[in-house]
């Protein structure tokens, strides 16, 4: 079965150092992983695709295959990005055309001034 | 567009009562998904439906839960005789047509609305 994990309910860092918030996924075949972030009283949003090894918000995510691990990572923690983290994995359904998302139990991280 | 709307936000039944939750996607999209979220716990996928078609149900519990998405008006998930272990946040999402349709590439994201709590007296 699909499993998503994160390890860290809390993570509490100081603004401007760096923060790792951990994910490890259990799959069998390729998934493709996501993280998506929940603001304080926003919507649950994506923050970044590992497809696209993109940057956002300053954010980065590396797929490892040997460890099975998808870290979020930023240099230079900010205020702003108090939030609280999901990682997620998806597979398509049978009918090929949409995904299935499965999400880890979430990281709240306090960045603290 | 307004985003992901779902109704009511917050929602308190007594046992054995029954929950009605809706969504309504994105304008342009046509994939539904339901996710539950219990207490210190992720969100858990239940349902994905289709305009008229439950697409894929693995998630949802085999009693008491039906999901619906009707050719007009909002998705619904509907828990009868509800009990206190259904106490959740219910997340609804949607997504865009599939792989090359015209709503645009492929991207893997889905759009939540803000969810609804129901909570089991």
């Known amino acids: 079965a699909q499993r998503v994990t994160q390890p860290e309910k809390l993570l509490s860092v100081f603004k401007g150092a760096p923060v790792e918030l951990k994910c490890n996924y259990s799959?069998?075949?390729?998934?493709?992983l996501f993280w998506y972030v929940q603001y304080s009283r926003q919507r649950l949003q994506l923050l970044l695709r590992?497809?696209s090894r993109e940057s956002i918000k300053g954010f980065t995510a590396d797929l490892n295959k040997g460890e099975t691990s998808f870290h979020l990572k930023k240099p230079f923690a900010q205020e702003e990005d108090s939030a609280m983290y999901y990682c997620?994995?998806?597979?398509?359904?049978?009918?090929?055309?949409?995904?299935?998302?499965?999400f880890g139990s979430g990281t709240q991280l306090t960045v603290l001034p | 567009n307004a985003g992901v709307m779902q109704n009511p936000r917050h929602l308190v039944r007594r046992r054995g009562q029954e929950a009605r939750l809706r969504c309504s996607p994105m304008?342009?999209?046509?994939?539904v998904y339901w996710y539950r979220q219990l207490p210190e716990e992720g969100l858990k996928f239940m349902v994905y439906?289709?305009?008229?078609?439950?697409?894929?149900e693995s998630g949802m519990p085999k009693e008491r839960f039906s999901a619906e998405f009707p050719k007009e008006g909002p998705s619904i998930l509907r828990i009868q005789q509800v009990v206190r272990g259904d106490s959740a946040a219910y997340f609804c999402?949607?997504?865009?047509?599939?792989?090359?349709?015209?709503?645009?590439?492929?991207?893997?994201?889905?759009?939540f609305g803000e969810g609804s709590r129901l909570t089991v007296l």
């Open positions: 999402a949607s997504s865009p047509n599939s792989i090359g349709a015209a709503a645009g590439p492929d991207t893997g994201e889905l759009f």
């Open positions: 799959y069998s075949g390729s998934p493709e």
């Open positions: 590992h497809i």
């Open positions: 997620a994995g998806a597979v398509r359904f049978s009918s090929g055309s949409a995904r299935q998302l499965t």
């Open positions: 304008k342009g999209h046509s994939h």
């Open positions: 439906l289709q305009k008229e078609n439950i697409i894929d």
